[in-house]
T-cell receptor, first 114, second 110 residues
Framework: KAGVTQTPRYLIKTRGQQVTLSCSPI?????VSWYQQTPGQGLQFLFE???????NKGNFPGRFSGRQFSNSRSEMNVSTLELGDSALYLC?????????????FGPGTRLLVL | GENVEQHPSTLSVQEGDSAVIKCTYS??????FPWYKQELGKRPQLIID???NVGEKKDQRIAVTLNKTAKHFSLHITETQPEDSAVYFC?????????WGAGTKLIIKP
């Protein structure tokens, strides 16, 4: 099976713009989680989707949003970008209904906000 | 909410020696404890996990121990090799999410 894919891989934006990132999970996986990774901060949980429903959300401002489509592909959107949003954004899919177990990560989208 | 602390932030060991990384957590209801390895420029990959009803789990040179009473768990790597160089993350699972430690950079000295 193909692994988790994310597009684009790299992105440069300026403050105030918005951005949409895409994640395609492994075929058959219905759970998709999103994380923000910054140096020294580990992975910060953004949100998780299962069968098009957001089941859990981390402590991020409302500028961060997401959705999941019927084919399990997921997108996340960040509006009104700030310099501090520069990070590696990772998505992970899981074959289990409980997404915390056996997560398979994509390669990430590296976002730079200037 | 859950809080996860991971120590040390950097660990340097001689090739062939053992490495131990420790994580503590705060929520006694947490029931799943995975460890992920992230090599430079690559995605995190699950290397071992343990559930709250088990005290220890081994897989070749790696092992994880869990002390539920003290709310801490540790990753043990024996006979370290150059390919073990990476950042290791612990995580704690409860409800439908993982809360992650800040990571430990493991350096294997030749």
């Amino acid at each position: 099976k193909a692994g988790v894919t994310q597009t684009p891989r790299y992105l440069i934006k300026t403050r105030g713009q918005q951005v949409t990132l895409s994640c395609s999970p492994i075929s058959g996986h219905r759970s998709v989680s999103w994380y923000q990774q910054t140096p020294g901060q580990g992975l910060q949980f953004l949100f998780e989707y299962f069968s098009e429903t957001q089941r859990n959300k981390g402590n991020f401002p409302g500028r961060f949003s997401g959705r999941q489509f019927s084919n399990s592909r997921s997108e996340m959107n960040v509006s009104t970008l700030e310099l501090g949003d520069s990070a590696l954004y990772l998505c992970a899919s899981s074959p289990r209904e409980d997404p915390k177990e056996t997560q398979y990560f994509g390669p990430g989208t590296r976002l730079l906000v200037l | 909410g859950e809080n996860v602390e991971q120590h040390p932030s950097t660990l340097s060991v001689q090739e062939g020696d053992s490495a131990v990384i420790k994580c503590t957590y705060s929520d006694s209801a947490s029931n799943y404890f995975p460890w992920y390895k992230q090599e430079l420029g690559k995605r995190p990959q699950l290397i071992i996990d343990i559930r709250s009803n088990v005290g220890e789990k081994k897989d070749q040179r790696i092992a994880v121990t869990l002390n539920k009473t003290a709310k801490h768990f540790s990753l043990h790597i024996t006979e370290t090799q150059p390919e073990d160089s990476a950042v290791y993350f612990c995580a704690v699972g409860s409800n439908y999410q993982l809360i992650w430690g800040a990571g430990t950079k493991l350096i294997i000295k030749p």
